[in-house]
């Protein structure tokens, strides 16, 4: 039996009640708790607190638009209140939303002819919010009536007794249970409506627990009220293991010490309030973070102990810091030195938010709010003006524009190479780092870096520790013939590849000529082309690379499935970028020599990976061959082959009974050929590629080196696609009769591409030896055959289909998978 007597306090921040739908999911979420007892404190609507605070600086500056400020909270307000509350209730609600406007207009009209608003009068006038949030609330959950047990509405000014301290509010507990106890009496059983953020201080005046202190509230009313638990509600699923905004792929953390949820929120991650742990911790209360858009999610728990092994929990900044360094030999053995210095910070109330000092005491470092750093330097200089001028302290410098980076994870205690990862993930991020500290406990590490560099420090180190460092975000550029095939063949094996070799594959964009597709996480390659349809977008080739390229994701490959050359002329750009590449286009390796080698030359500078295996043979391990064998000390004497798939089924089938034309147009329709058949005819595919084994040999080739025989008739050369294959007939008789001239001598055609050592590069018709290697291949297969120091007398060979989309896109999908292992991956 569940205890119906105990009580569960439910806080709902601004964004949980920035609406009516808003107000209604709050309403669904109470009334579906299980029996018991709740106290349920609200925020004002979201930016309500921001609008009045705006009210006060525009009454200071005398600037009459105070008035339509305060008459745009209230439509708010009416409209929700209009939509949720019967038409009477509303009335009412609106009513007393006068009466207060009417308060307000008279405090503001005093704070605008004294031009300045006392503490106490602006903590009166921003927390009007809560007052007007629970207010609505709780008539509209009356009205709902679907929670049994009273409905009532507690004005937390009238309960929570604090004192502002130099530590913010102190709660004044017995004070503050007496009050509880005469509001609430102890056989109270229904709903606590509480506002949030507000309360009195000792002599009653109103204050507030600071910005965003309704968390505050919710757990010292959990406390008050003996809570078995407290649940914070939110718009994000729980404490995520960075700030959302600044990490995209940041990942809920299911639980928290209290005392890493201190340090967390201390150190900005702003889902919660850093005081919201005290009153629980000391009555071991456990607290939820959860979600109000998604409330069966199950969210964060943060507890005494909880059962998690991660050894960090989260990472966050704050910015805005700034440096003040103390430097001097004088400062050396001289005991009191830093409480001198904190003792002059702390006199003039700037507070302190990381200290470090070296052992060697030759200096002391302190991080403190950048707004604070004008007066922190003045009082610093002045309280060691003595050693200043003596020369003792050289310097007291302050250092401007910075932010802390802080890793916190109770499970960093006793787990070496934490810190090791964390200056890892820095240094490849190229974030220089300011001043460290380490708290002896071990549960945090502070990094203070230039503010310039938060979110990159951020997103490097949290890629660091919470993804597999090998996950590459893929763009994909051209979903034609062959892109089609590898995303199929990519989407069936990367469960397989993340499951078992942590390698993440993530395409976060596929580009065509005129459209795109991009996805912050991951793309659903099962159904992209649906989503291409109804999602893409305009093409815009800038905005994919920098989409793709994030620097939250360690490493960015794009993958270029096009034959275009527009494209090819970006790859230097990309890889000095750090980009990789992964492609079976071979317009720029084949580009003009100066191109080539400015490509390469990015690649070696930044780091990038270039693979380009499927250029030359599709799948065939062409390219990694002759690398091997360079790279081993062979030294190459000749590369011969059948490098295209298309004229070596042309010529596999030709055998003089069929017109040659016919055995083209048929090749054609079975998409053995390009679109236009001259491509291939030409040679010119055929000479790209030896250009590119050509280069890869060490030679300096251009295409125009290349001896070409071109099978396009003189003349045809121009014209529509029709056009050329109409007129092709003519030239029947004399392909006719080279063939018999071949086989008159025993021989047959092949189409044959040959680079020797020399730098002498041929494409041609050339009849070989009917039991020639390269005369007794099937269909569109590819020969390569090595001629070598080491394979002199039995030369080596590559053969295999060296066309078709399935091989040529499993051979991009072996390149990218090579990368990942270039990249540390163990496949
Ligand atoms: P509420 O209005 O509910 O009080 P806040 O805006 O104060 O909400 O806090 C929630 C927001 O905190 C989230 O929307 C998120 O953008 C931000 N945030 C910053 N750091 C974190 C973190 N580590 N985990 C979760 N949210 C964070
Ligand atoms: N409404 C207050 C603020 O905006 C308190 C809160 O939302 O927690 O600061
Ligand atoms: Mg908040």
């Known amino acids: 039996m569940p205890n119906t007597d105990s009580w569960v306090v439910h806080k709902f921040g601004g ?13 669904d979420i109470i009334e579906s708790q299980p029996p018991g ?161 507000i309360a009195s201080d000792g002599r009653g005046v109103q204050t507030t627990l600071g910005r965003n202190g309704s968390d505050f509230s919710g757990s010292i009313f959990g406390a008050l009220l003996e809570a078995k ?105 001289v005991p009191g030195t830093a409480h001198r210095l904190f003792g002059a910070l702390r006199e003039e109330g700037i507070s302190v938010i990381l200290i470090s000092q070296g052992s060697s005491e030759h200096s002391i470092c302190c991080a403190i709010p950048q707004d604070q750093a004008v007066r922190a330097a003045a009082v610093v200089r002045e309280a060691f003006s003595r050693e200043l001028k003596e020369g003792q302290i050289q310097n007291v410098d302050v250092d401007l524009d910075l932010a802390i980076l802080a890793i916190v994870g109770d499970g960093m205690a006793g787990t070496p190479g934490v810190s090791a990862k964390v200056f890892n993930s820095l240094g490849a991020a190229s974030v220089n780092v300011r001043a460290i500290a380490q708290g002896a406990s071990e549960r945090n590490i502070s990094v203070v870096i230039d503010g310039k560099d938060a979110t990159k420090a951020l997103r490097a180190t949290h890629a660091g520790f919470y993804l597999s460092p090998h996950t590459l975000s893929i763009g994909v550029i051209g979903p034609g013939t062959v892109g089609r095939v590898f ?65 939250y994701l360690p490493h960015t490959v794009l993958i270029d ?38 490509l390469h030359e990015a690649r070696r500078t930044s780091g990038a990976h270039y693979l380009y295996e499927t250029t030359v043979g599709a799948g065939l391990p062409v390219v990694q061959t002759l690398r091997d064998l360079r790279d081993t000390g062979d030294d190459i004497t000749s590369i011969e082959g059948i490098f295209s798939g298309t004229l070596a089924y042309l010529f596999n089938i030709y055998d003089g009974r ?61 014209g529509t696609i029709e056009e050329f294959l109409a007129k092709l007939p003519r030239y029947d008789a004399q392909m006719r009769e080279r063939l018999e001239a071949a086989r008159g001598r025993g021989k047959v055609l092949r189409y044959v591409g040959r680079l020797t050592a020399d730098g002498k590069a041929t494409v041609g018709l050339m009849e070989l030896d009917a039991k020639h290697a390269f005369a007794n291949i099937a269909l569109t297969d590819n020969v390569v055959r090595f001629e070598t120091r080491r394979y002199c007398d039995n030369p080596l060979i590559v053969q295999g289909p060296g066309a078709g989309p399935e091989v040529t896109a499993g051979g991009v999908f072996a390149d990218l998978l090579r990368l990942s292992a270039y990249l540390g991956a163990r496949l």
């Open 658 to 718: 069929t017109a040659f034309s016919d055995i083209v147009k048929d090749a054609k329709q079975r998409g053995y050929t390009e679109p236009d058949p001259r491509d291939d005819l030409s040679g010119m595919d055929v000479a790209r590629k030896l250009i590119i084994l050509g280069r890869e040999m060490g030679l300096k080739l251009e295409l125009a080196d290349v001896k070409v025989e071109s099978l396009v008739p003189a003349g045809l050369e121009n």
């Open 561 to 598: 499935c096009t034959s275009s050359e527009d494209i090819g002329r970006h790859y230097q750009q990309w890889l000095a970028k750090g980009i990789h590449i992964v492609t079976p286009n071979k317009k720029a390796n084949s580009a003009e020599w100066s191109y080539y080698q400015a």
């Open 229 to 333: 638990e407290i649940q914070i509600w939110t718009d994000v699923d729980g404490v995520l293991s960075a700030d959302p905004r600044r990490v995209p792929d940041a990942t809920v953390i299911d639980s928290l010490s209290y005392n890493e949820a201190m340090e967390l929120a201390y150190f900005g991650a702003k889902v919660i309030h850093p005081q919201t742990m005290a009153p629980a911790v000391g009555r071991n209360i456990p607290i939820w973070i959860r979600n109000t858009f998604a409330p069966q999610k199950p969210g964060t728990l943060i507890c005494a102990h909880p059962k998690s092994a991660l050894p960090v929990k989260g990472i966050t900044t704050i910015e805005h810091v700034a440096l003040v360094n103390l430097e001097g030999a004088g400062m050396i053995g």
């Open 487 to 551: 995303l199929a063949q990519l989407a069936s094996q990367m469960t397989r590849l993340r499951e078992k070799f942590k390698v993440d594959l993530r395409v976060r964009g596929i580009l065509s000529s005129k459209r795109m597709l991009l996805s912050d996480s991951s793309i659903d390659l099962s159904r992209w082309r649906e989503d291409f349809e109804s999602r893409a977008v305009p093409a815009d080739l800038d905005k994919f690379v920098e989409h793709v390229g994030v620097d």
């Open 15 to 27: 964004s949980s009640v920035a609406d009516a739908d808003c107000f209604r999911r709050v309403a």
């Open 37 to 197: 007892r709740l106290g349920v404190v609200l925020s004002a609507s979201r930016g309500v607190t921001d609008g009045l605070l705006k009210l006060i600086t525009l009454a200071e500056q005398q600037d009459e638009s105070y008035r339509a400020e305060l008459a745009k909270l209230r439509a708010r307000h009416a409209t929700i209140a209009e939509t949720l509350l019967r038409p009477e209730s509303a009335r009412l609600y609106l009513a007393g939303f006068d009466r207060d406007c009417h308060d307000l207009e008279g405090i503001l009209h005093t704070v605008r002819l004294t031009r300045a608003a006392a503490r106490n009068v602006s903590d009166l006038i921003a927390g009007y919010g809560e007052l007007w949030s629970t207010k609505l609330f709780h008539r509209y959950f009356e009205e709902r009536g679907g929670r049994p047990g009273a409905v009532r509405w507690i004005d937390a000014r009238t309960v929570l007794v604090v004192e502002w301290g130099p530590l913010g509010p102190a709660v004044q507990w017995s004070d503050s249970h007496e009050k509880l106890a005469e509001a609430v009496g102890r056989d109270f059983r229904g709903t606590l409506i509480i506002t949030g953020f």
